[in-house]
Every structure is written in structure tokens, then in C-alpha cells.
């Protein structure tokens, strides 16, 4: 009998045949190569088809939905077929650095038993402006207050965590079609640690698009409809830091949607309930103050 990967990759991809390749190629050279690799094809029009066959890997295994289900019910689905005992996501736009699963396993096999979860830093490309920017994680006192303040972290692609810990914790919110990764790290990080790795690992692509403002704003009420309890029973300041992170999200779709001045209303309400969070988007506001005078009077 063939011994089980020690971890299973879970890749979800929709229409993603022109960019699946390069995060194919990043997993499949890294320097620890004890996984399978589940790719779920969340019911693609493409010729992703085509795409996986340039890399005939016997590691690699694929499941295909029949109808587009979204990305927390992809990576529940291979959650269930994973046989890894760690499990890592990488979304298929995106790169990892050739010992980012070696660093992480061995973060997590030195770790103490609450500490489930790796997370690295990450090189963020904003693909249309041709522009990089490091992002490296630091350690946090108090991850569950870190990330109340918003998910900052690139879970999707820059995570390694133990299985176990979806039998414990349960897996992703299939009812959310957005921040359904800050719904699972709020659930982990209220109990449990974070074995972070500073240093970039991870290249994550991003466009210039943004979410709708009801997108965004449904999403957000999910949140807060989970989580204000618990971040109440962590203290009075953990409860106004959700919901001025509430608010700031709102703010950002707004101000993203040429919204401005609903924007600046809710970055106000979200600053004086946490004044220190968000202090770069409030100072892009005030820059772009005459923008904000010619499309509310001009």
C-alpha cells in the first residue's frame, strides 16, 4: 500500500486555463515534494483541460464540478478527499518560491499542538500597474485582535494547516461568496496560534478590480452576524475594532466604486470607533479631496 502524502495542495480554479500553468510549475518544482496536488475545477468554460495537460504529474488529481459551487465549497470538496495530515491552499493566479512548503512543514512540525496553522509573507504584483511589493508577516501577541482589524494575510495562498483542524473548527462558510477566509481565521485565531513565517514565500497577482458594494457589504454583515459575540467575550475593544474593520471594508468598496462621499461618511464612523486602524486609506481620502468636491458637486 502506497503511504499517504504528508501534504495535499488544494488549488481551486474557475476559467483560470491562461494563468493555472505558472502555479502549476511553482508547486510542482518545490524543494519538499511529499504531496498530491487536488486541482477543482469549479466548473470551468475554458480549456483548462488543455492546460492541465502540459504537467502530467501522477501527483496531481483532479475534481470537477459539475455546476460553479464557489471557492469555500472547492476547497471543502478536496478537503474531503485530502490524505495529507498538513494541508496547503494556493490559488491558481498565484506563485509559490521553491521552499515554501519546506519552511512551512517544518514551522508546523516544530510547533506545539495549538499552533495548527502557518501563514508566510508574501510579494504582492498588481499585475496591470506592473508593480511589486513586499509584504512580510510579523508576529502578533494577539492574532485573533490582528485580524479583527482585517484579513490581511493571504490566507489563500500562503497557508499550511494541520487536517485535523477542520474536523475541530469545521471548514469554509459555503453560504459566503467573499471573506470566507477571515470567517475561518476568525474561528481558528480566537483559540489558537499562529506559526507565522516573516519572509515572503508566496507571489500573490492581483488586477485593479474590486468587489461589488453589495457584495461587500453582505459579506460584512455575515461577519459581523458570526463574530460579534465572540469578539464581545474577548473584550469591549475587540467588539469596536470588528466593527470599525466593518465599516472600513464598506468604505474601501464605496470609495472603489466612485462612491466617494458614502466612503468618507463611513471611514469617519469606522475612525472613531478605532482610531488607529486604516490610517493609510483615510489619508488616500483626504489626497484625493478635491476628486471627491467635483463628483459630488461638479
Known sequence: MTAAPRVTVIMPVYNGAASIGRALATVLGQSFGDFELIVVDDASTDDLAG????????????????????????????????????????????????????RQVARLDASPPEAGLSITGYYLVRDRL????????????????????????????CALVRRSLFDEIGGF????????????????????SVANIAEPLAIIHTGLGWPGVEVVRHATEQIWDRHATSAAEHSKAARRLLLSTIFY???SALYHHRRPVAAVWLALRSALLFPLRGVGFYRHLLRRGGDILRWRFG
Not at 502530467?56 to 459539475?66: F, I, M, S, T, Y
Not at 474531503?80 to 512548503?101: M, S
Not at 462558510?173 to 489558537?192: K, Q
Request: glycine residues 6%.
Open 51 to 102: 492546460a492541465l495537460a502540459a504537467y502530467p504529474d501522477p501527483r496531481v488529481r483532479l475534481l470537477r464540478h459539475a455546476v460553479n459551487q464557489g471557492a469555500a465549497a472547492a476547497r471543502n470538496n478536496a478537503l474531503r478527499l485530502a490524505q495529507g495530515a498538513y494541508v496547503a491552499f494556493i490559488d491558481a493566479d498565484d506563485e509559490w518560491l521553491p521552499e515554501k512548503l519546506e
Open 173 to 192: 462558510d459555503e453560504t459566503m461568496r467573499r471573506l470566507e477566509d477571515w470567517d475561518w481565521l476568525l474561528r481558528y485565531t480566537v483559540a489558537h
Open 249 to 251: 471594508e464598506r468604505a
Open 130 to 157: 506592473g508593480r511589486r511589493e513586499a509584504r512580510p508577516l510579523g508576529d502578533e501577541a494577539d492574532w485573533y485582535m490582528r485580524l479583527l482589524a482585517g484579513c490581511t494575510v493571504s490566507f489563500g495562498s
